[in-house]
Every structure is written in structure tokens, then in C-alpha cells.
């Protein structure tokens, strides 16, 4: 979230209600804690995100939580924290399957400044762009550390990192860039140069990412102000390069997939919405408008990249709605062999059935040749269509299978699942 006055109704609001849950106290914790996914939405969660893998970033998809940082657990009852987005620690959202974390990242006073010599230093906190809400948060070291050590744990995943940047001067972007350098080394997806600018690199797949023997993204607001070459070469501009909303005009599902986005942006940017769901914006007239179950579903069939919650908690029954590949308890047999159902979703089948096959052609859509033939027959089924049997590797991209198999009148389809 930019800041808590986004639509301009200034900051009153803002500092009755902060003065208002002071008085009040800090918030019990939360019993539900990281209470264990469900086994089977844990691993559909898991298998999906590394489908993606080899996908763009414009084409990826993200599960991801809004100002990851600010719960009681993560910073203790400093001032943002009395209006938390979050339950769990960054650490505890890592491993219930969140891989898009975003940090809040101001210029502002703080004992690891004074111990450096300087008054500010980088601090986390949920507040507006002035610092105003800021107190005694965590400065930015201590947070990137975790996610650092969570990551060398994970070899095989990526986190993409949103630092929501108000770090004022050209001094607050060389200590933020400084303290990056030193926690996360080369964990860190380096940009192309740190003399200018580098935007978001929406051709550049996970897949590239762990090859170049980085495992974290890094993206920001702006470049920066001045020079700094160690802001710039680390972290990646996406202003330009993403498109973001809340549910404040409702979502229509597929096909429209509206009001806030068309055909040809989901297509090119990166599209992403997010909650803020803390009682300061609602008051603010900045949030209030929670991402539903039924959102979620409809999201996930129409390319959104990245989905950002409030609340976050390892057994959400929203989880589920973000799941567009395997069926409830599915697979259910350890075969390899699944099909596509007319729901659209997935589940194991005898490998010597035989059945229509979902076929990738080169521009990405979808053929079903007529002929119904047994699983071992599918690769050599769809090479002679001048196709791939290749497995949906996003919501949107099941979705035009689900769409291609209807219109072929097929019924259940073989699809490749890796």
C-alpha cells in the first residue's frame, strides 16, 4: 500500500484512530498461530507455484500477503503493529507457502541508526509517507536476515521481495542498499547494471532465476534517489511494469475479467491485488475491501499475478479458492496419470483408459485431437497435432484448456501434470 492517504482525505483520520487503539492496547495474540495447511491445499499450492517455474514473470503466479512485516508477532507491540495486516511472522508465512512478501521500508529514527552513527536508519514499519506511524519497528537488517535464512533453507524456491520504498534521500537509499548487500548477498537476482534504472524483468522466468544461483527478488517503487549503486543493483523498478487494485469496484469473473484491467494488460503487465483491511485505512477511506473466497477463484482464471492478503493464516479457507489444478484429495493415486474434468479440475485416472488429449501449440492455446487413446499414447498424440503435451502451468492457462476441451465436446482429457 502507498502510504494512508492515497485518495487524498488526509491524515486526521489516520491519527484519531491511531490515538484510539493506543488507548485501547495491543491486540490479543492470535490463537490460530501457524496452525498446519491441510495437507492436500499445501501441496496444490506447492506443485502450482513450481508449474510456473518456467512461465515469464508477466505469465507467473504469486501467492503473496500485504505489509507481510506488520503483525504483533514479527515487530512486537511497537505503534504500526497496534493496527496489524498479519498474524503469522515472515517466517511462518514462508513456510505455509507464501512466496511474495511486502516490506514497508521508511527513513526514520532508530537505535541501529545511532549505533552507525546517524540518527535514521532503513525501519520497517506500516505507516504514512511522511513516517508518521513509525516508532520502534525493526529496522531493515533483522527482517531481510530472516527472509535470508528461510531462503538458504529453500534452494528451490524463489521470493519475490516488494520493498514499498520511502526512504526520502539520496542517504536513506544508500544505507537501505548498503544493508541489502550485507544480509542478503548474492541471494539476491542482481540487475543488469547499477549505473541506471532497470525495470521490472517481465521475460525472465523463476526458472532463469535459480540458474543464476540467486533465490530472491527484489523490487521497489522507484530506483531511488541519486546515485546509489548498491539500491540499483539490487533491486528492480516495477512502477511502470505492474498494474494494482483492491476489490473496491467488485471483479468480474472470466471472461470479463473487469472492471479494472483489460485483455491486453493482463497480457502484458503484472497485475496484482491486495487487501488492506487495517482499521486505520478503512477509516481512511483507503481499504476496506476484502479479496472473498469466490475473488480468488475468479482471479486465478483470469491472470492475475499476485494475490496479497490481510489476515494471513496457514488454514485460511481461502487457500483453497486459489487452487485451479488438482481436485480435493487429489491425486489419489500415485500413477502420473491425471485428466481434466468438465469442472475444469484434476484427478488421477488408470493410465490405460484412454481419453481425448489437451495439446499446447506453439502460441500457447490449445488442441484436442480427436483420436482417445491411452496416457502412453499422448506425447506422440500431440507431436503429430505439431503440438506439445505439455501440463497448464497457470489458472488462465486452464482455464483456455477447459474452454478448448468444451468446445471439442471431449469430455475428460489427459493432461500432463509436470
Given at each position: 500500500?502507498?502510504?494512508?492517504?492515497?485518495?487524498?482525505?488526509?491524515?486526521?483520520?489516520?491519527?484519531?484512530?491511531?490515538a484510539?487503539?493506543?488507548?485501547?492496547?495491543?491486540?490479543?495474540?492470535?490463537?490460530?498461530?501457524?496452525a498446519?495447511?491441510?495437507?492436500?491445499?499445501?501441496?496444490?499450492?506447492?506443485?502450482?507455484?513450481?508449474?510456473?517455474?518456467?512461465?515469464?514473470?508477466?505469465?507467473?503466479?504469486?501467492?503473496?500477503?500485504?505489509?507481510?512485516?506488520n503483525?504483533?508477532?514479527?515487530v512486537?507491540?511497537?505503534?504500526?503493529?497496534?493496527?496489524?495486516?498479519?498474524?503469522?511472522?515472515?517466517?511462518?508465512?514462508l513456510?505455509?507457502?507464501?512466496r511474495?512478501?511486502?516490506?514497508?521500508?521508511?527513513?526514520?529514527?532508530?537505535?541501529?541508526?545511532?549505533l552507525?552513527?546517524?540518527?535514521?536508519?532503513?525501519v520497517?514499519?506500516?505507516?504514512?509517507?511522511?513516517?508518521?506511524?513509525?516508532?520502534?519497528?525493526?529496522?531493515?537488517?533483522?527482517?531481510?536476515?530472516?527472509?535470508?535464512?528461510?531462503?538458504?533453507?529453500h534452494?528451490?524456491?524463489?521470493?519475490?521481495?516488494?520493498?514499498?520504498?520511502?526512504?526520502s534521500n539520496?542517504?536513506?537509499?544508500?544505507?537501505?542498499?548498503s544493508?541489502i548487500?550485507?544480509?542478503?548477498?548474492?541471494?539476491?537476482?542482481?540487475?543488469?547494471?547499477?549505473?541506471?534504472?532497470s525495470?521490472?524483468?517481465?521475460?525472465?522466468?523463476?526458472?532463469?532465476?535459480?540458474?543464476?544461483?540467486a533465490?530472491?527478488?527484489?523490487?521497489?517503487?522507484?530506483?531511488?534517489?541519486?546515485?546509489?549503486?548498491?539500491?540499483?543493483?539490487?533491486?528492480?523498478d516495477?512502477?511502470?511494469?505492474?498494474?494494482?487494485?483492491?476489490?473496491?469496484?467488485?471483479?468480474?469473473?472470466?471472461?470479463?475479467?473487469?472492471?479494472?484491467?483489460?485483455?491486453?494488460?493482463?497480457?502484458?503487465?503484472?497485475?496484482?491485488?491486495?487487501?488492506?483491511?487495517?482499521?486505520?485505512?478503512?477509516l481512511?477511506?483507503?481499504?476496506?475491501?476484502?479479496?472473498?473466497?469466490?475473488?480468488?477463484?475468479?482471479?486465478?482464471?483470469?491472470?492475475v499475478n499476485?494475490?496479497?492478503?490481510?489476515?494471513?493464516?496457514?488454514?485460511?479457507?481461502?487457500l483453497?479458492?486459489?487452487?485451479?489444478?488438482?481436485?480435493?484429495?487429489?491425486?489419489?493415486?500415485?500413477?502420473?496419470?491425471?485428466?481434466?474434468?468438465?469442472?475444469?479440475?484434476?484427478?488421477?485416472?488408470?493410465?490405460?483408459?484412454?481419453?481425448?488429449?489437451?495439446?499446447?501449440?506453439?502460441?500457447?492455446?490449445?488442441?484436442?485431437p480427436?483420436?482417445?487413446?491411452p496416457?502412453a499414447s499422448?506425447?506422440?498424440?500431440?507431436?503429430?497435432a505439431?503440438?506439445?503435451?505439455?501440463?497448464?502451468?497457470?489458472?488462465?492457462?486452464?482455464?483456455?484448456?477447459?474452454?478448448?476441451?468444451?468446445?471439442?465436446?471431449?469430455?475428460?482429457?489427459?493432461?500432463?501434470?509436470?
Amino acid at each position: 500500500m502507498r502510504g494512508l492517504s492515497i485518495r487524498g482525505r488526509g491524515v486526521g483520520a489516520a491519527i484519531l484512530a491511531v490515538a484510539w487503539l493506543v488507548a485501547l492496547g495491543a491486540p490479543a495474540a492470535h490463537a490460530d498461530g501457524a496452525a498446519a495447511t491441510p495437507s492436500w491445499v499445501q501441496q496444490s499450492l506447492e506443485s502450482q507455484f513450481h508449474l510456473g517455474d518456467s512461465l515469464p514473470l508477466r505469465s507467473s503466479d504469486w501467492v503473496g500477503t500485504h505489509n507481510s512485516f506488520n503483525s504483533v508477532k514479527e515487530v512486537g507491540l511497537a505503534l504500526s503493529a497496534l493496527d496489524p495486516n498479519q498474524k503469522l511472522t515472515l517466517t511462518e508465512q514462508l513456510d505455509a507457502g507464501v512466496r511474495q512478501l511486502e516490506i514497508d521500508v521508511h527513513w526514520f529514527p532508530s537505535l541501529s541508526g545511532l549505533l552507525s552513527g546517524s540518527l535514521q536508519a532503513p525501519v520497517v514499519c506500516h505507516a504514512l509517507d511522511s513516517g508518521l506511524g513509525c516508532s520502534t519497528e525493526k529496522a531493515l537488517g533483522p527482517i531481510l536476515t530472516e527472509v535470508a535464512t528461510w531462503s538458504r533453507a529453500h534452494p528451490d524456491d524463489v521470493v519475490l521481495v516488494y520493498l514499498e520504498d520511502h526512504l526520502s534521500n539520496e542517504k536513506g537509499y544508500q544505507t537501505a542498499g548498503s544493508v541489502i548487500a550485507d544480509k542478503l548477498g548474492s541471494l539476491v537476482y542482481r540487475t543488469p547494471n547499477s549505473t541506471s534504472c532497470s525495470t521490472m524483468p517481465l521475460s525472465v522466468s523463476r526458472s532463469q532465476i535459480l540458474a543464476s544461483g540467486a533465490r530472491i527478488l527484489l523490487l521497489g517503487n522507484s530506483c531511488g534517489v541519486g546515485n546509489d549503486p548498491a539500491w540499483r543493483s539490487n533491486v528492480f523498478d516495477w512502477h511502470a511494469s505492474h498494474l494494482e487494485a483492491q476489490v473496491e469496484n467488485g471483479f468480474e469473473g472470466w471472461p470479463a475479467c473487469g472492471p479494472d484491467f483489460t485483455a491486453a494488460q493482463y497480457a502484458t503487465r503484472f497485475t496484482r491485488y491486495f487487501e488492506e483491511m487495517g482499521l486505520i485505512s478503512k477509516l481512511d477511506q483507503a481499504g476496506g475491501w476484502p479479496l472473498t473466497a469466490d475473488d480468488i477463484a475468479a482471479m486465478t482464471k483470469c491472470g492475475v499475478n499476485m494475490l496479497s492478503l490481510d489476515n494471513w493464516s496457514a488454514s485460511d479457507p481461502r487457500l483453497a479458492s486459489m487452487i485451479w489444478s488438482w481436485a480435493p484429495g487429489e491425486p489419489s493415486s500415485s500413477s502420473g496419470c491425471a485428466v481434466q474434468g468438465s469442472d475444469g479440475r484434476w484427478s488421477s485416472a488408470a493410465c490405460t483408459d484412454t481419453h481425448q488429449v489437451a495439446c499446447q501449440l506453439t502460441d500457447g492455446s490449445w488442441t484436442i485431437p480427436d483420436a482417445a487413446v491411452p496416457q502412453a499414447s499422448a506425447e506422440t498424440t500431440c507431436t503429430d497435432a505439431g503440438a506439445s503435451f505439455a501440463p497448464p502451468r497457470t489458472g488462465s492457462q486452464n482455464q483456455a484448456l477447459l474452454q478448448a476441451a468444451g468446445a471439442a465436446d471431449s469430455g475428460d482429457v489427459w493432461v500432463a501434470t509436470s
